[in-house]
């Protein structure tokens, strides 16, 4: 099949479909937090969160319990991606895997178990990933036996999702967060693997019995993201989040963003679900998309930021984007918002001008791989129509955004639309097959990048 599907992301199929998720931007120290004080079993639960993440270089906390005083309990990713479990009081253990989780195009499913009374230490606590068990490193300690753990608990801080009482915020995506007292559960109580592909998958977590501290946020009601539809009414207040921020990037259909770790110049930053990109210095920048595909036709929008020295199209397999920026390379072709307009191949300019883009206009972006050619719309019109795409052409092609600031108006850079925007947007048109929301109308027989139309259409 003619596509790169991200590891650990369900690629089609029928099942259980998770329709929302939530995106967490660190930069606004998003947050959501369970104000009130639970008094639930703290020696047995268990905590379930599917999660894709944005960034890495600092830590980040999935989830947390706290008292004024200072003594907390927490679910944490460390700026090395490594996954644990921390806490200020030594006799709840503090524990960490010996496994890095740095893929920004995979969602993750992780799995907290927790049973302090069991006899057997390393029976304690237990972590699933993608539903096997993980063995935590050699230099873990499991809590003492009967130890009631920083875990629903809390006086003036209380429970977080996303972050702890010293920040650390998350930066990413989450769906599907449960929480169950009383019981230590496996994987399987949350998700199975495919019989098809074997890629671990959600299921229909409906029917548990949460208890009395128990919880299920599927972020549906966008108007409320804490709400809580397990029926025990545990709602969380969200912090520095809006309706905007409710995403159709889920765990079991996976949207393309920006990968932080193919892109050209540190000055180069990305934030909103790793959607926007934005330089900080009078330099080159750019970025490459973090799905690929070879055929089937595909459709993305975007807002060209700062001074139109900026460009949109594709790149192939071949550009090393860490090394030097994608209008160099070959295989590129792009179009250019500045100087008139024009497309850009091989890094090259042509000498044909088909207009420019203000900030506040939105630009589509057409591609069709099938018959190597690349269109780009205005205002739902094509301004350049089935322009050949560079003959030095190999491999996959991947999204590409790229900007030259020459006037030194800083910042430059893109908003982007995959389909799930993270800027309000009205237009509300989605692909044949009902995914996406677009300002423009998707051409006809053109798809918007996500893991269930690249099985099918890739």
Not at 220 to 230: E, I, R
Not at 425 to 448: I, K, W
Request: hydrophobic share 30%.
């Amino acid at each position: 099949m003619s596509i790169i599907i991200p590891a650990n992301s369900a690629s089609g199929g029928g099942g259980f479909g998770v329709a929302n998720s939530l995106r967490f931007n660190r930069g606004s120290s998003d947050y959501l937090r369970w104000n009130s004080s639970p008094s639930g079993n703290r020696q047995k639960f268990t905590w379930s969160a599917w999660f894709k993440r944005s960034s890495f270089g600092a830590t980040q906390i999935l989830g947390s319990a706290s008292y004024s005083g200072g003594d907390e309990g927490y679910l944490f990713l460390s700026s090395g991606g490594i996954l644990g479990w921390q806490s200020t009081n030594s006799g709840d253990g503090n524990l960490t895997t010996a496994r890095s989780f740095k893929d920004t195009s995979a969602w993750y499913h992780v799995v907290f178990s927790v049973d302090t009374t069991q006899s057997t230490a390393t029976n304690r606590i237990k972590l699933y990933i993608n539903g096997s068990q993980y063995t935590w490193d050699g230099n873990t300690t499991q809590p003492n036996q009967n130890q009631s753990l920083y875990w629903n608990v809390g006086d003036t801080y209380y429970p977080y999702i996303g972050r702890r009482n010293g920040g650390d915020y998350f930066d990413g995506y989450m769906s599907e967060i449960v929480q169950v007292n009383n019981a230590q559960l496996a994987a399987d109580s949350f998700g199975e693997f495919d019989e098809d592909s074997g890629i671990w998958k959600p299921i229909d977590v409906s029917g548990l019995t949460f208890g009395d501290t128990g919880y299920y946020l599927n972020f549906q009601d966008s108007s409320a993201l804490g709400n809580d539809v397990s029926g025990e009414n545990h709602d969380w207040t969200s912090y520095n989040l809006a309706a905007v921020d409710q995403s159709t990037d889920t765990c079991t259909n996976n949207f393309c963003t920006w990968n932080p770790l193919a892109k050209y110049t540190n000055t180069l930053t990305f934030s909103e679900g790793n959607l926007k990109t934005v330089m900080s210095s009078q330099a080159w920048h750019s970025a490459r998309g973090n799905f690929g595909f070879s055929s089937g036709k595909w459709y993305w929008e975007c807002k060209l930021l700062g001074n139109q020295s900026n460009y949109t199209g594709v790149v192939d397999e071949s550009a090393i984007m860490n090394t030097t920026n994608a209008y160099t390379q070959n295989g590129n072709t792009l179009f250019y918002n500045g100087s008139g307009g024009e497309m850009e191949v091989n890094g090259s300019q042509t000498s044909n001008n088909y207009g420019n883009f203000s900030e506040t206009q939105v630009c589509g972006v057409a591609v069709d791989a099938d018959n190597n050619k690349i269109s780009i719309y205005k205002n739902g019109s094509a301004i350049v129509s089935n322009y050949s795409l560079s003959t030095t052409r190999t491999g996959f092609l991947f999204p590409t955004a790229a900007s030259l600031d020459h006037s030194q108006e800083i910042p430059t850079g893109q908003n982007t639309n995959f389909g799930s925007p993270f800027y309000s947007e009205s237009g509300g048109n989605s692909d044949g097959n009902g995914y996406g929301n677009f300002s423009q109308a998707v051409p006809s027989g053109y798809f918007s990048l996500n893991t269930k139309n690249l099985a099918e259409y890739g």
